[in-house]
């Protein structure tokens, strides 16, 4: 049976275990938290961004949940700047206008500011540019592409975090924090 290892990765995080781009000077990786030698992440979380990482020791399952063409819907929280509408929601739902061509329809939904941890360091507050906080649902995955198609229709991405990959979902895990389930993408994660 395929193993999940759930994993909410911290804010300046790499989704590796190990930096490779930087031996002198290592940020931060998967190994400052786990010790599991026989898993690798299924897709990846930028550096900069927070929440649900997928570990597997099953690389079919790994291909499936990692691979676009799996159409795996993502779902994150969006911290954006400015005050978001129905109507920026309804932008993104059909889809935007990338330099790499045009994102697929989204889910979008407005967000009263969700009970999360608090981030380290904080983001930076203006007191004269509000912020607001959308769920936005994605099947695609191209580089950056929440924080690209925000920013394209003028809300730029403050803070993002990944709620749930397909039947996996991030639940009550605090930042560093893990927990195995069961892994299929037919039957429901934990």
């Not at 695609?140 to 929440?146: A, H, T």
Request: proline share 7%.
């Amino acid at each position: 049976m395929s193993q999940v290892l759930l994993f909410n990765k911290p804010f300046n995080v790499l989704s590796q275990f190990t930096d490779k781009e930087r031996p002198e000077d290592p940020r931060a990786t998967l190994a400052n938290f786990l010790t599991a030698p026989k898993y690798r992440a299924a897709g990846r979380l930028d550096y900069d961004s927070e929440g649900l990482l997928i570990l597997t020791n099953d690389g079919v399952l790994q291909h499936q949940l990692a691979n676009p063409q799996g159409k795996q819907w993502k779902t994150y929280w969006v911290q954006v700047e400015g005050e978001a509408t129905q109507e920026l929601c309804d932008t993104l739902a059909t889809g935007v206008d990338l330099k790499d061509g045009r994102s697929l329809p989204a889910r979008c939904k407005l967000l009263k500011i969700p009970t999360i941890w608090d981030r380290n360091p904080p983001i930076r507050y203006r007191a004269s540019i509000p912020d607001s906080w959308i769920e936005l649902s994605i099947r695609e995955g191209r580089n950056r592409q929440v924080r690209r198609m925000t920013a394209a229709v003028g809300y730029p991405t403050l803070r993002l975090v990944r709620k749930s990959v397909g039947p996996f979902h991030l639940g009550d895990l605090q930042p560093g924090e893990s927990r195995y389930a069961q892994g299929n993408l037919t039957g429901r994660g934990s």
